[in-house]
């Protein structure tokens, strides 16, 4: 199941550059919550300090709380926070020295788990749920570099439901891919968010419309406006969100 | 017109690289055929035996390259058993592990062992190494290993182990800077997949880092051994040079290289200078015979797995 998210008063830094200011937002469980801005306003680094990505980066840090299910991650251990808030990336990134079966079961024998029919049933059903199963499974012994990028993305992200998260980040997950790709990744969202908190990153508008059950907009570091996506859409309170909406900045 | 001159261009390109290429492989076949010419008469005179024969003996005329083969052989797999896991971790630890400043230095440092020349480390290896060997490491080997013929005999200093460890430490560099770099080549993106999953730091190094890295690293292990199999100054500085096949790694030796440079000045009589250019030969395809091995493993191992668990 899917946990919510409760986000306090978060700042980030590189050095001492501040890229995000006193963000405040309330993410709940089971649902697409699209994150949206130009380019360089503090996305990425907004959900990489939800799942501790953010403190990995020499000279980077973080204040504010963040709350999963009512525990601050910031009192949890990073590797175990880790495995209860999954995250795909821009960029499809299999581990290219292994198969498409060592892929996904990777973070479960990270885990520690060993046994081989467990790790085989937990393979097929993350393939499953990230629609690869029928493409690849009479080839799992095969490179994971032998699959197309919207497959190899739909390997990362069977790669991250396999430890069971509760949470899932997806930072622009389909701005590599083609439009057919992009929509298989889109319909496969809309399908996980009934077992995950999605966070998704995107600058498609477009994309963010179709999927996200809400939509936040930041600018420069800041929070600007969080609400239900047909209303930031429609009827955004804010000038600036109006102002990106439209096209007139971004 | 213009269509023409390009592929014109093209071809002469192609025909001078082509002839480049062939250039070098014509290079070693001709190093090996000259080597081949010179050695014709110790092949002659003793066939398979030599590389069988383990006496060495100029007065009797009785040449055997066992021995040189076999101090060659151990001392280099000591300096890999020594050098590789070190050079491995130090590579790791520049480039995973350290802050900047302390990377730097210490980067520094181990390539500047790089550039300590080979007699040098002769030299240390006399008077710091061979003492110390002497005093304290092969009698503690003794005490708790001693059981193994590797460990027995009398701790004399100067043998097998000196030679290795000088070795390790030669081509300590060589694996550390190959390795590093071929670590610093590995994408973030494969370290923050494997941390994303809840690796710690050191399962990231072995999950994103390493299997990315390995035919790297495996070529940069390889060089080494190739560098260690054909050192000779350090080495004969410290061996021992006595052309025995003894069992314990304390015990003095003597190796391909060494031999040829020692005694190339002595040899009185064509026999004599033949049977040490087919043992150059012999070191020759030994070191060709491992480069194209490691080739073709870093080869396979480059283009991926169909099947291999790895984590
Ligand atoms: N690793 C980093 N080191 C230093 N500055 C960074 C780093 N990553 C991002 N930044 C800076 O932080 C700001 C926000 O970046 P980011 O969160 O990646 O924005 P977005 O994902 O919205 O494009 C940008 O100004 C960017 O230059
Ligand atoms: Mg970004």
Same mark, same amino acid.
């Given at each position: ?78 590797? $175990? !926070? ?5 995250? *795909?990336?821009?960029?499809? &990134?299999?581990?290219? +020295?292994?198969? %498409?079966? #060592? ?87 809309? $399908? !996980? ?5 999605? *966070?998704?990153?995107?600058? &498609?508008?477009?994309? +963010?419309?179709? %999927?996200? #059950? ?37 | ?311």
């Amino acid at each position: 199941m899917g946990q919510s998210l409760t986000i306090r008063n978060l700042n980030a830094w590189y050095g001492d550059n501040q890229t995000l200011k006193g963000i405040n937002m309330e993410i709940p469980a089971n649902q697409v919550t699209a994150i949206i801005g130009p380019s360089g306003c503090g996305k990425s680094t907004f959900v990489r300090c939800i799942n501790r990505m953010h403190d990995t980066v020499p000279g980077a840090r973080a204040a504010g709380e963040i709350l999963l299910d009512g525990e601050n991650i910031y009192a949890k251990d990073p590797v $175990e !926070l880790r495995r209860t808030v999954g995250m *795909v990336f821009q960029k499809p &990134n299999p581990f290219p +020295a292994m198969s %498409i079966y #060592d892929n996904v079961v990777a973070g479960l024998k990270l885990n520690g788990l060993r046994n081989k029919q467990k790790l085989r049933a937990a393979a097929e059903k993350s393939l499953r749920m990230a629609a690869l199963w029928d493409e690849v499974n009479e080839r799992l012994n095969y490179s994971g570099m032998s699959l197309s990028g919207g497959q190899q993305q739909r390997l990362c992200i069977a790669r991250a439901l396999a430890v069971e998260p509760s949470v899932l980040l997806m930072d622009e997950p389909a701005s590599a891919l083609d439009p057919i790709a992009t929509l298989r990744i889109e319909e496969l969202i809309l $399908e !996980l968010k009934k077992d995950y908190t999605i *966070v998704i990153v995107t600058h &498609n508008m477009q994309q +963010a419309a179709r %999927i996200a #059950d809400s939509t936040a907009f930041f600018l420069n570091g800041e929070l600007i406006e969080h609400g239900p996506t047909s209303e930031i859409f429609m009827n955004p309170k804010e000038k600036r969100t109006e102002d990106y909406i439209t096209g007139r900045f971004g | 017109m213009k269509q023409n001159r390009a592929s014109a261009g093209d071809t002469i390109l192609r025909l001078l690289t082509f002839l480049m290429a062939v250039g070098v492989v014509g290079l070693i076949i001709w190093v090996g055929w000259e080597m081949f010419s010179s050695a014709k008469e110790s092949i002659n005179a003793f066939g398979w035996s030599f590389v069988t024969n383990r006496v060495w003996d100029p007065v009797k005329q009785n040449f055997g390259a066992l021995p040189f083969i076999y101090g060659t052989i151990v001392t280099s797999l000591i300096a890999l058993v020594v050098a590789g896991p070190i050079g491995l971790g130090v590579a790791i630890f520049l480039n995973e592990m350290a802050p900047g400043k302390v990377r730097s230095l210490i980067s520094f440092l181990v390539e500047l062992l790089a550039a300590i020349p080979s007699v040098v480390y002769g030299l240390w290896g006399i008077f710091v190494l061979a003492p110390l060997l002497r005093d304290y490491v092969e009698p503690w080997l003794e005490k708790w290993f001693g059981f193994l013929p590797l460990f027995q005999g009398s701790a004399v200093g100067l043998g097998m182990l000196s030679g290795g460890l000088i070795l390790a430490i030669m081509i300590l560099p060589t694996i550390a800077a190959i390795s590093r770099e071929v670590m610093a080549a590995v994408p973030d993106s494969q370290r923050e997949a494997a941390l994303a999953l809840g690796a710690t730091k050191w399962e990231m190094v072995r999950v994103a880092v390493l299997a990315y890295a390995k035919s790297g690293i495996l070529g940069g292990v390889m060089l080494g051994l190739g560098r260690a199999l054909g050192e000779t100054m350090a080495v004969t500085m410290v061996i021992g040079n006595r052309p025995d096949i003894l069992p314990s790694l304390f015990a003095p030796a003597y190796s391909m290289a060494a031999v040829i440079a020692n005694e190339f000045t002595e040899a009185t009589y064509n026999l004599y200078l033949s049977s040490l250019v087919e043992i150059g030969l012999i070191l020759f395809g030994i070191t060709l015979v491992l480069n194209a091995f490691a080739r073709l493993l870093v080869w396979s191992v480059a283009r991926g797995p169909k099947g291999g668990h790895l984590v």
